[in-house]
């Protein structure tokens, strides 16, 4: 098998010229997408995890794979890693980290995986563990509010229409308004979550790949329902 070599910034197979220093800025994405590294060192040790069962790569590489990618993380986590805006975005980062860990045999980390691919299934990890994030607070958030609604059934305020005074009401019932608008906006948030968990990782650059991936078993892996 033939080892996947790209390991230059992206554009380079058709500009030979090197970039300046102003393109480099406004191609480089790293300063805000750095923040989904445990998403992207997830989902591509999954992805080798998955080629080694599925025999496409030998257990050698994929073992060495996955203890570089490890240390890319530790190295990221104890703040000892050095994020190159030349070389875009967070993705790069970590292959090019790899390519000098490992040597050569990182190439095989995007066999039957493209950029595209691995680009949305890190952004739909990262959207989803913000979900849950967001979630918990707000649960959080419900039940202080209702701890103080609950003390306060008997304390009267004016109500409010269009800013102007209204009947007189319980400041709970004031509260528990916040309450009923927090419970629709978690709402909304398990319904993001139900069209994020569909899986995208091993549908390749268009139309899948000739290799015999089992999509299924990174789907299950990364915490999705289904591949898309």
């Known amino acids: ?11 380079n197979k058709r500009i030979k010229k090197k970039s300046s220093i102003l393109f480099q800025e406004i191609g480089s994405s790293i300063d805000i997408d750095k923040r989904l590294y445990k998403e992207d060192i997830k989902a591509s040790m999954v ?9 496409i790569i030998s257990k050698n590489i994929q073992i060495k794979i996955i203890n570089g990618l490890k240390k890319i993380k530790n190295e990221i986590a104890n703040k000892k890693f050095f994020f190159n805006k030349k ?49 918990q607070n707000l649960t959080k958030l419900i039940k202080t509010i209702l701890k103080v609604a609950n003390k306060n059934i008997k304390t009267i305020m004016p109500g409010f229409t269009h800013l102007k005074n209204a009947q007189p009401i319980s400041l709970a019932h004031y509260l528990l308004a916040y309450v009923e608008m927090f419970r629709r906006d978690q709402k909304r948030l398990y319904n993001n979550l ?16 000739s290799f015999n991936i089992d999509r299924f078993f ?8 289904k591949p898309t």
Do not use: C
């Open 1 to 11: 098998m033939t080892k996947n070599k790209n390991n230059q910034a992206i554009w």
């Open 47 to 55: 992805h080798v995890e998955m080629l080694g069962k599925q025999k």
């Open 194 to 209: 139900e069209n994020l968990n569909e899986n995208p990782l091993g549908a390749a650059a268009l139309s899948g790949t």
């Open 218 to 225: 990174t789907s299950k892996k990364l915490g999705f329902t």
């Open 87 to 135: 070389h875009e975005d967070i993705h790069m980062n970590i292959e090019k980290r790899l390519f000098k860990l490992i040597g050569e045999d990182a190439g095989f980390i995007h066999t039957a995986r493209s950029r595209n691919d691995q680009v949305i299934t890190d952004f739909k990890l990262w959207i989803k563990s913000a979900n849950y994030e967001l979630d």
